[in-house]
């Protein structure tokens, strides 16, 4: 039996959603599973609902294969445990079928490829974001608290005020002044 499974990062990606599940049911899925959740995320309810659902000698097909998986390792994890349970995959776009030595060596050599860009797109982020700083632009949410408000909390703090009367004075979240007051105190410890 061919089952499906289909995903999409976005709520924005519903025509990708519904062009996915258009493909497996021309390949002639009879069950198809999908997650509406970002690949890099380890939790992906509808890809364990089709794993558990599958039994040996059945198909899970995707339309490509990185819908599979969120890692290299996460994806030959998938192929291999799918593997040892009598499973086959198959991929749409390339007509991959891990059933056969061919597709299964392909397999390996596009996720080993996938991870590889992955790699790359990481590094060249990483080497933005030290040029960024570099030149004095740090990413990220800009303080909540000016220096002198910080200060003046923990003055508050030090008088005997409350952190939630803290926050209210300073018009930030208690959680604020927490994050203020653990600072203060491992940078002391320092």
Not at 16 to 32: E, Y
Not at 177 to 183: P, T
């Amino acid at each position: 039996m061919k089952i499906g499974y289909a995903r999409v990062s976005t709520r924005e990606q519903r025509a990708s959603l519904q062009a996915q599940r258009g493909s497996l049911t021309d390949a002639g899925c009879a069950r198809i599973f999908e997650d509406v959740i970002s690949g890099a995320r380890s939790q992906r309810p509808g890809l364990d609902a089709a794993k558990d659902y599958l039994r040996p000698g059945d198909t899970l097909v995707v339309t490509r294969l990185d819908r599979l998986g969120r890692s290299l390792t996460d994806t030959i994890f998938t192929v291999r445990d799918l593997k040892n349970r009598d499973i086959r995959l198959l991929t749409l776009d390339m007509s991959l079928d891990s059933g056969t030595p061919a597709g299964e060596f392909t397999i390996n050599v596009l996720c080993l490829l996938a991870d590889q860009e992955l790699e790359h797109i990481r590094a060249r982020t990483r080497e933005g974001l030290d040029y960024a700083r570099k030149q004095g632009r740090f990413g990220g949410r800009p303080p909540k608290l000016s220096p002198e408000s910080q200060q003046a909390a923990l003055v508050a703090l030090e008088a005997g005020m409350s952190m939630r009367e803290v926050a209210l004075v300073h018009n930030v979240s208690p959680s604020t002044i927490k994050r203020l007051r653990a600072r203060q105190a491992s940078a002391a410890t320092e």
